[in-house]
């Protein structure tokens, strides 16, 4: 069975500082997609990005980057210079599977509420 | 509209109603899903359609019945709830495919009351 794990339950930063939100998983596939959403207080996941099992390259988008560790199970996202906007609730998820049309299954961490102050 | 809709975004209802949630995606997406997404606990997967055919239903209870009459619409018909049932109904939706698995794209959200 598969698993996420968001230790950090809520984060507290002030405007400016980096912050990083750990994501731990659990999996028995060898093909896995890991993602990360964001949900601001209107409701509405928003995808940020998608990396699948063989694609260990870090990514960098803007103030955002994410760190994949297979070697470790991780899979964290970091905010550089955070900002007020970014305070919302992070959630990491998995999927497990290769080629299926079966419909995709997000396994769902419980989510990091991310507070940036001014 | 873009992306995928949701309606009502609120909707209060007693434990004898009969109401239904709406979700729509403009995305040509053929995978949809509803998602349940109570305080305190993670996001729950209740139902999955592909190609318009339900491959999933994650134990939920019968009051909760989905319909699914295209690959674009997909509705959450509620009857009898109780009030453990009140949280944020999530519908999604990706493109599946043999390339492999997507993104899903969430709606806004129907926030459920149940007195």
């Known amino acids: 069975a598969q698993k996420v794990t968001q230790a950090q339950t809520e984060i507290s930063v002030v405007e400016k500082e980096d912050v990083t939100l750990d994501c731990v998983y659990e999996?028995?596939?060898?093909?896995?997609?890991l993602f990360w959403y964001k949900q601001p207080p209107s409701g509405e996941l928003v995808f940020l990005i998608r990396?699948?099992?063989?694609?260990?390259q870090n990514e960098i988008s803007g103030r955002y980057s994410w760190n994949f560790q297979k070697s470790t199970s991780s899979f964290n996202f970091t905010i550089t210079a955070s900002q007020v906007v970014d305070s919302a609730v992070y959630f990491c998820?998995?999927?497990?599977?290769?080629?299926?049309?079966?419909?995709?299954?997000?396994?769902f961490g419980e989510g990091t509420q991310l507070t940036v102050n001014p | 509209e873009t992306g995928v809709t949701q309606t009502p975004r609120h909707l209060v209802m007693g434990m004898t109603n009969k109401k239904s949630l709406k979700c729509e995606q403009h995305?040509?997406?053929?995978?949809m899903y509803w998602y349940k997404q109570s305080a305190k606990k993670p996001l729950e997967l209740m139902f999955v359609?592909?190609?318009?055919?339900?491959?999933e239903n994650n134990s939920v209870p019968s009051r909760f019945s989905p319909e699914c009459p295209n690959s674009s619409h997909l509705f959450l018909h509620l009857h009898t709830l109780q009030p453990e049932d009140s949280a944020l109904y999530l519908c999604?939706?990706?493109?599946?495919?043999?390339?492999?698995?997507?993104?899903?794209?969430f709606g806004p959200g129907t926030r459920l009351t149940v007195t």
């Open positions: 999604a939706s990706s493109q599946e495919s043999q390339q492999g698995l997507y993104e899903q794209y």
């Open positions: 999996t028995r596939d060898t093909t896995y997609y």
């Open positions: 990396r699948n099992s063989f694609d260990e």
């Open positions: 998820a998995l999927s497990e599977g290769g080629a299926e049309t079966s419909g995709s299954r997000l396994t």
């Open positions: 995305l040509g997406h053929n995978a």
């Open positions: 359609y592909n190609f318009k055919e339900q491959t």
